[in-house]
């Protein structure tokens, strides 16, 4: 959408001090309420997985308790980082300096922990294919419990270190009033592109390669035992069934994380997120993958179905439901 010439002052009072607010056309009224409704079912279709995977006590298992992480990121990205990100477009930021730099810093904690929760779901995956005889031994409750707190505590490190100078100068964030901003230097631009975006992709990529090859030759070691008569043999050696459905389903999740990760960090490679237009549709891309995540749970998997009419009816605050089979 192109913006019309006129635009006024954020701040008129302040004169030379102030930023400009630029008008959009009354088209972009339209794609701001679509944007709105995404995020109203972003916040509720990831509250559906947060109160399921906490009330049941049936899915209380360490890929479950990763989604719940997962779904704790994205329902943050909803209620904070994306009406944070439609505000900026479309109005002058008026909270104040230190207002804006804490915004900008849960959003940066928000947004990596997404990244380390899909790091953990493919570590998780591979060795639930690639060791199935070790996975129940090695990914327990508590490892997990331990893993997931971790990746938030070392993240929110890592975030207080990038931000360190706004942190302590929250003026910085603007170059006039009404900016809400965070800029970096090519060396901190550097270290986020490999943290954020190079070493946990190519994590990904290389597991999830690895799960798929071990998948696609144990499904011709079978299928060369069963013409042998050894069917079951095999089939005690591989993966469960229920855990190769469950890779397929995340690696779906994955896979989409991937498609709407990657042009944002192609876009900054190549261009100014800060002042170019065009990078707010990116960054839309980017958050519509917490929108979709409990979209595809919704298809694949069953027991979300049943948790959510459980839920809608109300048959979660009767006595006893959190031991309800839901698998």
């Not at 591979?126 to 005889?133: F, G, N, Q, T, V």
Request: net charge positive; glycine share 4%; with cysteine.
């Amino acid at each position: 959408m192109e913006r019309n010439n006129h635009s006024e002052l954020c701040f008129p009072q302040l004169a030379n001090l102030s930023c400009k607010k630029s008008m959009f056309e009354s088209s972009e009224d339209v794609l701001n309420a679509l944007l709105s409704l995404t995020c109203v079912f972003t916040v509720l279709l990831n509250l559906l997985v947060i109160v399921a995977i906490s009330h049941f006590r049936q899915l209380h298992t360490p890929t479950n308790l990763l989604l719940l992480s997962l779904a704790v990121s994205d329902v943050l990205v909803g209620l904070l980082v994306w009406p944070g990100q439609i505000y900026l477009r479309t109005s002058c930021w008026a909270f104040g300096d230190i207002a804006c730099i804490w915004y900008q810093f849960a959003s940066f904690i928000i947004v990596s922990a997404s990244v380390g929760n899909m790091v953990l779901i493919s570590v998780d995956r591979y060795i639930a294919i690639c060791d199935p005889l070790h996975y129940k031994e090695r990914i327990t409750v508590n490892r997990i419990q331990l893993c997931v707190c971790l990746c938030w505590f070392l993240l929110s490190l890592y975030c207080c270190f990038l931000l360190r100078d706004h942190l302590a100068h929250p003026e910085k964030c603007r170059s006039c009033y009404g900016e809400c901003f965070v800029s970096s230097t090519v060396n901190d631009g550097i270290i986020v592109m490999v943290v954020i975006f190079i070493l946990p992709l190519s994590i990904i990529v290389t597991l999830y390669t690895r799960v798929f090859m071990v998948v696609v030759s144990q499904a011709r070691a079978m299928r060369s035992h069963v013409t042998c008569g050894k069917a079951q043999n095999s089939i005690r050696l591989g993966p469960k069934k229920s855990e190769l459905k469950a890779a397929r389903t995340l690696g779906v999740v994955v896979l989409v994380f991937t498609a709407c990760f990657c042009p944002f960090y192609i876009f900054s490679l190549i261009g100014d997120l800060s002042f170019s237009s065009s990078a707010h549709y990116v960054l839309y891309l980017f958050n519509f993958n917490s929108c979709v995540n409990p979209l595809i749970y919704a298809l694949l998997y069953p027991w979300f179905r049943r948790t959510v009419k459980h839920i809608v009816t109300l048959r979660i605050l009767q006595p006893g439901s959190s031991g309800a089979k839901v698998v």
